[in-house]
């Protein structure tokens, strides 16, 4: 997608703290915190959203999951606990229509 800042991200034409990055997605640093640790995974492939979810990305989302696990070991929060979190459409304040989710932690989060 052109004009999508996750896929100039994923593809290395706007810079990011990148922490992860493999065949299928990516993870970087929030540029806007709200957490000790707050990591966006992407898909490199350009998903808007989960409305936009198809049977062929059943592979991309359990992989983002792994990843998550993986990086919560990394950044040691495995174990104090942590959120993965997806905004989806206006009421939820997706921002970026690139799919991404959040993994928040190294702090108490307030419950939802
Ligand atoms: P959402 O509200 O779920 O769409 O989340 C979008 C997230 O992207 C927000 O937490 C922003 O702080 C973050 N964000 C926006 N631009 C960038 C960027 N260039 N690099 C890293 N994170 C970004
Ligand atoms: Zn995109």
Redesign the pocket.
Known sequence: MKDC?FCK?ANGE?E?ETVYTDELVCA?????P?TPVHI?IVPRKHIEGVNALTEEDKEIIGHIFLVARKLSEEKSISESGFRILV?SGSNA????EHL?F?LLGGTRLKPI
């Open positions: 800042l991200i706007v990011s970087f640093n929030d540029i806007n709200q966006l905004n304040g997706q921002v970026v991404h959040h």
